[in-house]
Every structure is written in C-alpha cells, then in structure tokens.
C-alpha cells in the first residue's frame, strides 16, 4: 500500500540538510514524498557563505493552494512533516494551511488525535537552533507555540535547545528531564515527545515521552548515544526523518524499539560520514562534516536493528 508524506522543509542545491536530508530516506523506505521548500539557498549557512533565498509567505501559499486544486489533502497524505521554516510569516502560513487540512473533515469535529477516521499524523521538528543560539528568527517561538497548542501535532522532534525553550525548563539531571516532559505535556498536549539528544551528567542521551491518552500514565524512557566529538549540519532532519519513518511502521506508537532503531541507524550513518570525512581531508580529528553521507550509508535504513544490543540498554524514568 503506497505511503504519502508531506514534508515541508528547507532545501539545498548542494548537501544535505532540511528536505534533501529528508525526502531520499522516506523515499528509501518506500514512501511517495510531496516537498514543500521553505527555502531555496545553494548551500546551508554552515559553509559560510551561500546564495539563494527563503520562500516568501506569499509562495508557501500559492504551492498549497495549488496542492489542494488536485488534490484531497485529508485523505491524500499519512503524514505531515515540518520542518526548517526562517520567519514567522512562512511559519503562520503553513500553520493555517495544515489546520485547514484537518478542518476539511465536515462530518467529525473532534480533533485529529481522537478521530476514528483517517487523519494525516503531523510530525514537527521545531527548528529553532542548538548549543545555546537561535539561528532562526525567535517571532517563529509563539508560533510554534500555537501549533503545538493546536491538538494536531502527534509528535514532535526537538533537541535539548528547542525543547528547553519550548517546555520553559532548564535541563541539569534526570529530574528536570522529566518535570520538563511534564511541563510540556501540560501546556500543549502533545501525546508523543522525542528530545533527540540531551546532555545529563556529561552524558548524551536520547528520550521518548509517550502519553496516548490524557488518562493514560506517561512512559518515559532514555538510551544512552555514543557520541562522536564533531558537529553533523542536517543531522536533526535526518533524525526526524527516520524517526518518521519507524514511528509510522510501528503503528503510530512510541516505545524503545521505535526510537531505539532510530539511534542505532542514526549513529551507524553518521560514523560512517565522519570516516569518509577523514579520508577525503586526510585528517585524523574532524571537527564539522558539513554533509552527512546519506548516499553512500542508504543499506543502513533498510537494515533491522530491532534487536540491536542498544535497545536492551534502555532505562525508564
């Protein structure tokens, strides 16, 4: 049965962040991938310099617009992914044009979380920024905000930066890991959380905070990552893009075995784009890859780590 995403994210003529992070993976994995660009630069900012520009408000509009002239967006689409957006105005656009695809249901007024009948399932990674600095415009803060406050959002994708700002809680132990779930749970409702990489006793981890149903008892659980001393441009896209992906395959549901996959890929591609860096500049001690090598690590997606020894390390808070 054919799987149909939307992924709306930035994109690149050259390497690999936003949608070209994202679409060949969910492609790999058998999906039919719709890209909605947010931007059109030549290269990520990461090279220090770069051409092109961000997509204006105006066009994200059109394109949506013109998706719904030829298409039943509702019924069209098993998921939604949003990704990089730079300005609010952008970001409010694709706010109110998401929502009108879940509002276009007539006959159930319920919101997509409860509905019994098909609804795409809107996956958001809150691009805001990492190691302490915003590298977008903070007005896009509130509106993240009013998205996740919206009741349509399944799960979400943040790292320790993002969701720091986003659950208005500072992480410095296991505790303030979890009152900051908590935190977030209470403000927005959002059933499923993944922090993609926190830093607890000088440690990084991985976190899943799964809650269904507001009567349900929360699940939160963690997995140690080995962590590699160097900084991957798009590594968060092509997190969240796997993450789709095995979310999806496991029935809509989060536990260790859905995000555990994730982390075990993730590492595998990214340990083999640090080696390929180091043959290509001859260096030992690499400190930036500024394009993960997707290409040449695609037998990773389609291997089953499920029993992969990571897994069983999992801890639950």
Known sequence: MAKNILSISSHVVHGYVGNRATVFPLQYYGWDVDAVNTTNFS??????TFEGKPSTAELVGDIFQGLKDILDLHDNYDMILTGYTPGDQVLEVIYEQVLSIFKSDKDNDSDSLTS??????????????????LYV???????YKKIFSSGYVGLTSPNQ????????????DWNSVKQGLENFYKLYRVPNVVISSVIVEDKMYSVGYSRPNPEDKATVFYFPIDQISCNFNGCGDLFTALLANSFYENGCKLNPVALGEVVVKLNLILQHSYEQEQQVTGQDIIKV??????????HYLLQDKTHDPLIAKVAYL
């Open 43 to 48: 290269n990520h900012p990461g090279y220090g």
């Open 116 to 133: 019994s009948k098909k609804k795409p399932i809107w996956i958001v990674d809150p691009v805001l920024g990492d190691n302490g600095r």
């Open 137 to 143: 415009s903070e007005k896009v803060i509130p509106v």
């Open 161 to 172: 930066f993002e969701f720091e700002i986003l659950s208005d809680t500072k992480i410095s």
């Open 289 to 298: 890859v500024k394009d993960i090598r997707i290409i040449s690590s695609r």
